[in-house]
């Protein structure tokens, strides 16, 4: 299993969401997969100008990563996304790039992958996050198994991830090789992605004049 992990922090590997997202990729690779981080510090990809072109033609015209990023993105078996708290939300790095994938989550274009989300903070509110993430996987098509996180108060150098969260975070990545190797359904996920695949193919089918690329992607899907 080839697993590429988007971190959006501006202290990448060496920050807390980079220590507990660390440790779900040991798990990960103790169950043989193979792992590739990505670290959005907020200087590679531009924000989204909602030009609509990505749904006429399927890419992106602006000269940043994301092109790049993203073919990684579709050539992986697996996804973590993992972002501190910031202000309640997402990290702005991870933001831009989610904002990115608009086409992404129209062709639900990440089906068959399977996913996890990492979220750190200083002082709380994690689990929203978490969901907000596994939402965006499961709305791209991907089969989200489950979250991590942790409060970790300080950023600095010498804080180490908890020992409860690190076990969880070790056995989150076994279950995310896992789940991909089995091949698992989750009912709520089928749920939640049958509902948007609905209405994205009621929506693409309005605008099939103008998304061109996306309405011939459905369409050969039948």
Same mark, same amino acid.
């Given at each position: 299993?080839?697993?590429?992990?988007?971190?959006?922090?501006?202290?990448?590997?060496?920050?807390?969401?980079?220590?507990?997202?660390? @440790?779900?990729?040991?798990?990960?690779?103790?169950?043989?997969?193979?792992?590739?981080?990505?670290?959005?510090?907020?200087?590679?990809?531009?924000?989204?100008?909602?030009?609509?072109?990505?749904?006429?033609?399927? #890419?992106?015209?602006?000269?940043?990563?994301?092109?790049?990023?993203?073919?990684?993105?579709?050539?992986?078996? *697996?996804?973590?996304?993992?972002?501190?708290?910031?202000?309640?939300?997402?990290?702005?790095?991870?933001?831009? +790039?989610?904002?990115?994938?608009?086409?992404?989550?129209?062709?639900?274009?990440? /089906?068959?992958?399977?996913?996890?989300?990492?979220?750190?903070? *200083?002082?709380?509110?994690?689990?929203?996050?978490?969901?907000?993430?596994?939402?965006?996987?499961?709305?791209?098509?991907?089969?989200?198994?489950?979250?991590?996180?942790?409060?970790?108060?300080?950023? /600095?150098?010498?804080?180490?991830?908890?020992?409860?969260? #690190?076990?969880?975070?070790?056995?989150?990545?076994?279950?995310?090789?896992?789940?991909?190797?089995?091949?698992?359904? +989750?009912?709520?996920? @089928?749920?939640?992605?049958? @509902?948007?695949?609905?209405?994205?193919?009621?929506?693409?089918?309005?605008?099939?004049?103008?998304?061109?690329?996306?309405?011939?992607?459905?369409?050969? #899907?039948?």
């Amino acid at each position: 299993m080839k697993i590429l992990s988007i971190i959006g922090s501006p202290h990448g590997e060496k920050g807390n969401t980079g220590k507990l997202i660390g @440790e779900v990729l040991k798990g990960a690779e103790s169950e043989g997969a193979e792992c590739e981080t990505i670290v959005l510090k907020g200087d590679s990809i531009k924000p989204c100008l909602g030009c609509d072109l990505c749904h006429k033609n399927g #890419r992106c015209h602006l000269k940043d990563d994301f092109e790049p990023i993203k073919e990684k993105v579709l050539a992986a078996d *697996g996804i973590i996304l993992a972002s501190p708290n910031y202000i309640f939300h997402v990290s702005g790095q991870l933001k831009v +790039f989610i904002d990115r994938c608009s086409s992404l989550i129209h062709c639900m274009a990440l /089906e068959g992958k399977y996913g996890a989300s990492v979220v750190t903070s *200083g002082g709380g509110d994690e689990w929203p996050i978490v969901q907000y993430l596994n939402h965006f996987l499961m709305v791209s098509g991907a089969t989200p198994v489950d979250g991590v996180w942790a409060t970790m108060g300080t950023s /600095e150098p010498d804080t180490q991830v908890p020992e409860e969260n #690190r076990e969880q975070a070790y056995s989150l990545g076994r279950t995310l090789v896992n789940a991909w190797k089995e091949k698992r359904r +989750f009912a709520m996920v @089928e749920k939640v992605q049958e @509902e948007h695949r609905k209405r994205m193919q009621e929506l693409i089918n309005w605008y099939k004049e103008e998304w061109t690329y996306e309405y011939a992607f459905w369409k050969e #899907r039948g």
